[in-house]
């Protein structure tokens, strides 16, 4: 008996999620190199390795050394920092010694970036590709500006490889998704052309996010992507459910909670913010859901309790000290709060959080 609240993993259902985008992605002629920051976890990103990803995604430097530590379990051999970096002379350091462990490759936006970069690691074994904005305007360079970013990083003596983005705007209700997809597949081939004018070849030509890889098929994005990284995918969580990316059953990540007051359409859980994660969407009907009551909605979070309610006060509602599983909004936070997940395997394995606080 574990104490509440933690977060578990149904791995039947993890299973089928890998194999599914595995195999989606193998049937479109693109490379999977999944986003490993949602799960941080060895045995998931082995699992991904081993249907076939060509490596991992991260999103920091110590997140790169977490997984590169963990070879024995991962067989990790590649792996992209999906940032635009702005190194100092000891981050510098560490991806130099990340480069004499793994295949490394790093981002780079600007001008000014890539010749700082350059000054630092210029003719290293590190690939680096130039990260372009497709809508979310974050980070990233104007897509027609990719191969003047490119060529500073050249000069420099980087080894420019390609373009990414991000379509993190993604993430929304009714035609979000596709019209994300789109716009990545124009920013990523008007970036690439912008490359091929300097003479670079852009032969990676990286996309694709949980919420738009449903759309990579697509015969006006053929020969765009050459990879996808999406992070979310082996888990899934609330918001993947209600943008319509996966249904309740694609879910594979809980939080195992306890019924603390129960009364008529409503009961609070010792499951708060910290162990769901606080983030909640403007367009999210909750701070979470139920895995087992659909319609049930978290609509008061603090840091240990969720209060939850129902459509009516008629509807049944657990009882006090029930166990109930709780869906979190962002899956990436949920894990992040915990120094392991439980397998429920056969032997309820406990799989350790490596890259947890590896923000730096």
Same mark, same amino acid.
Request: glycine share 10%.
């Given at each position: ?85 702005? &190194?100092?002379? #000891?981050? !510098?350091?560490? %991806? $130099? +010694? ?6 490394? *490759?790093? @981002? ?78 124009? &920013?990523?081939? #008007?970036? !690439?052309?912008? %490359? $091929? +004018? ?6 990676? *030509?990286? @996309? ?153």
């Amino acid at each position: 008996m574990i104490d509440t609240p933690y977060l578990e993993v149904d791995v039947d259902r993890l299973t089928h999620n890998l194999t599914s985008l595995a195999d989606r992605a193998r049937s479109t002629g693109v490379d999977v190199r999944p986003h490993a920051k949602t799960h941080k976890c060895a045995e998931i990103a082995r699992m991904q390795l081993d249907l076939g990803a060509v490596g991992l995604t991260v999103a920091t430097i110590g997140e790169a050394e977490a997984f590169a530590d963990a070879a024995e379990i991962t067989a990790c051999t590649d792996v992209f920092i999906a940032y635009p970096i702005w &190194a100092t002379s #000891t981050k !510098a350091a560490r %991806l $130099r +010694a990340l480069a004499d462990r793994v295949s490394l *490759r790093v @981002g780079i936006d600007s001008v000014e970036g890539a010749r700082h970069l350059g000054s630092l690691l210029g003719e290293q074994r590190i690939e680096v590709v130039v990260e372009v904005d497709s809508g979310q305007h974050r980070t990233g360079a104007a897509p027609e500006q990719a191969g003047d970013v490119a060529a500073a990083g050249a000069a420099a003596g980087l080894d420019i490889v390609g373009v990414f983005t991000f379509p993190g705007h993604g993430y929304g209700v009714g035609d979000t998704r596709r019209r994300a997809a789109e716009q990545e597949v124009a &920013a990523l081939r #008007t970036a !690439a052309q912008s %490359l $091929r +004018a300097q003479g670079i070849d852009p032969r990676v *030509r990286s @996309g694709g996010s949980t919420p738009t890889v449903d759309f990579v098929g697509d015969p006006s994005h053929a020969g765009v992507l050459t990879e996808i990284r999406p992070g979310v995918y082996p888990l899934n969580d609330a918001q993947q459910v209600e943008i319509g990316t996966c249904g309740f059953d694609d879910v594979a990540l809980t939080a195992v909670a306890t019924v603390v007051r129960s009364e008529p359409g409503r009961i609070v859980v010792d499951a708060g913010s910290k162990i769901l994660g606080a983030d909640r969407a403007a367009w999210a009907t909750g701070h979470g859901r139920l895995l087992d009551h659909p319609e049930a909605r978290v609509v008061q979070l603090s840091e240990h309790h969720a209060v939850v309610e129902f459509p009516t006060e008629s509807t049944p509602v657990p009882r006090l000290g029930d166990v109930i599983r709780v869906v979190p909004n962002h899956v990436c936070n949920a894990v992040n709060l915990v120094d392991e997940l439980v397998a429920i395997d056969g032997s309820d394995s406990r799989w350790p959080v490596i890259a947890r606080g590896r923000n730096s």
